[in-house]
C-alpha cells in the first residue's frame, strides 16, 4: 500500500460498476450453458479475476457476488473461495441474509435469487413489474422482510424472505432516481440516492417521507456508527454527518474528490470507507473527520468486510485482503 493519490479521479456508479467486464478464466473450457438448464456445480474462477460487487456474511461462511450471477463461497474466513453459478447470467449487485442459510441476491435485468442453504444452490424469483431494469441492492430488515431496490425508483419489499415481492411507491409516483441503498436505523429505514435524494420510512418501507439533502449530487451509500451518528457518502467523495436523523448535516471534509461507494465500521471502531481507484479513506473519531489512502493497483472497490484475518475488499479485481493494522500504523 501506498499513501499517495493516484493521478485520475473517476466516478464508478453502482448501476454501472460491473460494465467493465473482466474475461473469466476458464469458462469457456467450461462449457458452461445457461446455469437453469444445468445442476449447480462448483466452476473454477479465480476470486481476483472476476468483478464483484458485494460481500457478505452468513453464519461462518462468506459469500460474494459479481459479474455473470457467479456467487463465491468462502468458510475459511476469505483464504479460499469456491464459484457457484446462480439461475441468472446477468450481474449480481447486492446480497442479504436472515440468517446462517437463506438469503437473497438482486441485481442487473431484475435478477433475483435465493437461497436456503447458505449459497450452495439458487433458485430464481421473478418480479414481473420490475421489467428488466436493474436492481442495486437488497437490505434485510428484520424476520422474514426484506426489501430490494435500484434504479429509476424501483422498490420492492418481501414479507416471506424473498419468495414473492410488492412494489412500492417512493415518495411520489414520479420519483425515478436511482436507489444506492436502504439502511436500517433504530426501526426507521433511511433511503439514499441520486440527485442528493434522501428519504425516511417509520412503517416498513411501505410509505417515505423526503429529507432535507445537504448535497444535490449522488449518494451511493449510509453508515449508522456505534455512536448513532449517521454518514452518508458517494459522488466526489461527499461525506455528511448528522446525529439527528437528518434535520441537520455537518460536511465532513475529505480532501478527495474520488466517490465513495461503501463503508462499515471495524471492530476496533474504525470507520473504513472504500471507493473508486483503489481509494481507502478511515475515520478514527465516528466519522467527523477522515484520512486518505489508496492501493497502488488503483481498481475499485465496492463493498468490504472485516474478518478475523483482516479486512476483505470486493471490487474491480475480485477479494482483495486487506491488513487492517497497516491502516492502523498509517497516519
Known amino acids: 500500500m501506498i499513501n499517495r493519490p493516484p493521478a485520475a479521479h ?37 476470486s481476483d479475476r472476476i468483478i464483484l460487487m458485494d460481500l457478505e456474511r452468513a453464519g461462518e461462511r462468506l459469500l460474494a457476488v459479481g459479474e455473470r450471477g457467479f456467487v463465491l463461497l468462502s468458510d475459511d474466513a476469505g483464504k479460499s473461495w469456491k464459484a457457484v453459478p446462480t439461475p441468472v447470467t446477468r450481474t449480481l449487485t447486492g446480497l442479504a ?15 433475483v435469487v435465493r437461497t436456503e442453504d447458505a449459497g450452495a444452490t439458487w433458485q430464481q424469483v421473478r418480479i414481473e413489474e420490475a421489467g428488466t431494469d436493474s436492481l442495486l441492492g437488497i437490505t434485510h430488515v428484520a424476520g422474514d422482510h426484506f426489501i430490494a431496490y435500484g434504479a429509476f425508483g424501483l422498490l420492492f419489499d418481501s414479507a416471506d424472505a424473498g419468495r414473492t415481492w410488492t412494489r ?34 417509520d412503517d416498513g418501507g ?11 449530487g449522488s449518494f451511493f451509500g ?12 458517494g459522488m466526489r467523495g461527499n461525506v455528511y454527518r448528522t ?20 463503508a462499515r465500521q471495524l471492530a476496533d471502531g474504525r470507520i473504513l470507507f472504500v471507493g473508486n481507484v483503489g481509494l481507502l479513506a478511515q475515520s478514527r473519531d465516528d466519522g467527523r473527520t477522515v484520512e486518505l489512502h489508496w492501493s497502488p493497483a488503483s481498481r475499485g472497490f465496492a463493498s468490504l468486510i472485516e474478518t478475523p484475518a483482516g479486512v476483505l475488499l470486493a471490487g474491480e479485481s475480485g477479494v482483495t485482503v486487506l491488513d487492517a493494522a497497516w491502516l492502523a500504523r498509517t497516519p
Not at 441474509?97 to 435478477?111: C, L, T
Not at 411501505?206 to 444535490?216: D, K
Open 222 to 233: 449510509a453508515l449508522e456508527t456505534r455512536d448513532k451518528a449517521l454518514l452518508v457518502f
Open 97 to 111: 441474509f436472515k440468517d446462517a442459510r437463506v438469503g437473497v441476491a438482486v441485481g442487473h435485468g431484475a435478477s
Open 206 to 216: 411501505i410509505t417515505w417521507t423526503p429529507l432535507t439533502s445537504p448535497y444535490e
Open 10 to 46: 473517476g466516478r464508478i456508479r453502482p448501476a454501472a460498476f460491473s460494465l467493465a467486464c473482466l474475461v473469466i478464466a476458464g469458462l469457456a473450457a467450461a462449457g458452461l450453458t445457461r446455469a437453469e438448464d444445468r445442476v449447480p456445480a462448483v466452476v473454477d474462477i479465480k
Open 168 to 201: 412500492r411507491t417512493v415518495i411520489a409516483d414520479d420519483f425515478d432516481r436511482h436507489i444506492s441503498q436502504v439502511l436500517t436505523v433504530d426501526g426507521t429505514l433511511l433511503l439514499v440516492a441520486e440527485s442528493g435524494s434522501l428519504a425516511r420510512s
Open 243 to 262: 446525529t439527528d436523523l437528518g434535520v441537520t448535516w455537518q460536511k465532513v471534509e475529505t480532501g478527495t474528490t474520488t466517490s465513495l461507494m461503501s
